[in-house]
Antibody, heavy 122, light 110 residues
Framework: QLQLQESGPGLVKPSETLSLTCTVS?????????WGWIRQSPGKGLEWIGS???????YYNPSLNSRVTISVDTSKNQFSLALSFVTAADTAVYFC???????????????WGQGTLVTVSS | QSVLTQPPSVSAAPGLRVTISCSGG????????VSWYQQVPGTAPKLLIYQNNWRPSGIPDRFSGSKSGTSATLGITGLQTGDEADYYCETWDGSLSTYVFGPGTKVSVL
C-alpha cells in the first residue's frame, strides 16, 4: 500500500526558506506519476503549490512560482519542497500527494501524506 | 477567494441524500475534469471522484459525481454519520494555469 510522509521543521522564521521532504513507501517514485505539494490554511483553503515527475520535470502554481522549487531524489524515493522568503501568510498544513487518473493536464490526487503544520514566526 | 463556488454547508437526516454543487467557469470546470475530495477535520483529503464521475477502488457507490457545462455536483445517498466531513471540488484552470479547489462544503448528518 502506497504511503507518503512529510517531514521537516515545524517553525520557520520570516524571510527564510521553508524546506519539506516527502518520503514515498510501498511504491516507486520513478513510476509514471506526478508527485505534488498542496497546502491548507484557514484563510485560503486548499492551494496547489506544484508538482514534479521523476525525470525532474516540474510545474508550479504561478502565484508562487518565483519562490518555489520542487526536486526529486529517486535514490531515496523522496521529493522535496523549498519555498523561499516566507511570511506569515505561508503558515499552513503542507501535504504531499501522488497525482493519478490523469487526462491531459488534469490529474487527481489519489494518495496523500498526513500533512505537516508549518508556522512562520520569529 | 476561490474561482469555484460551493455552498458552505448542507445537511440531512441519516439515510437521506445530499447534493453539493461546484460552480465555475469556461476556463476551469467548463474545459477540464472535476475531482471531489472528502476531508475529516485533522486528516488529509481523500479522493472520492475523479474525471467527473468515476470512483476509485474502495469508494462506495453511495458517492456519485456529475458535470454539466460549468458546474459539477457530488451526490451522497444513504447518508451516514461517518459522512460528516468537508467536501472539496477541484479542477484545472486554463487561464490561471493552476489547479483550483473550491472553498469546501461541510456536510452534517442531523
Amino acid at each position: 500500500q502506497l504511503q507518503l510522509q512529510e517531514s521537516g521543521p515545524g517553525l520557520v522564521k520570516p524571510s527564510e526558506t521553508l524546506s519539506l521532504t516527502c518520503t514515498v513507501s510501498g511504491g516507486s517514485i520513478s513510476s509514471d506519476f506526478f508527485w505534488g505539494w498542496i497546502r491548507q490554511s484557514p484563510g485560503k483553503g486548499l492551494e496547489w503549490i506544484g508538482s514534479i515527475y521523476y525525470s525532474g520535470r516540474t510545474y508550479y502554481n504561478p502565484s508562487l512560482n518565483s519562490r518555489v522549487t520542487i526536486s526529486v531524489d529517486t535514490s531515496k524515493n523522496q521529493f522535496s519542497l523549498a519555498l523561499s522568503f516566507v511570511t506569515a501568510a505561508d503558515t499552513a498544513v503542507y501535504f504531499c500527494a501522488r497525482q493519478s487518473y490523469c487526462s491531459g493536464v488534469t490529474c487527481s490526487k489519489d494518495s496523500w501524506g498526513q500533512g505537516t503544520l508549518v508556522t512562520v514566526s520569529s | 477567494q476561490s474561482v469555484l463556488t460551493q455552498p458552505p454547508s448542507v445537511s440531512a437526516a441519516p439515510g437521506l441524500r445530499v447534493t453539493i454543487s461546484c460552480s465555475g467557469g469556461s476556463s476551469n470546470i467548463g474545459s477540464y475534469f472535476v475531482s471531489w475530495y472528502q476531508q475529516v477535520p485533522g486528516t488529509a483529503p481523500k479522493l472520492l471522484i475523479y474525471q467527473n464521475n468515476w470512483r476509485p477502488s474502495g469508494i462506495p457507490d453511495r458517492f456519485s459525481g456529475s458535470k454539466s457545462g460549468t458546474s459539477a455536483t457530488l451526490g451522497i445517498t444513504g447518508l451516514q454519520t461517518g459522512d460528516e466531513a468537508d467536501y472539496y471540488c477541484e479542477t484545472w484552470d486554463g487561464s490561471l494555469s493552476t489547479y483550483v479547489f473550491g472553498p469546501g462544503t461541510k456536510v452534517s448528518v442531523l
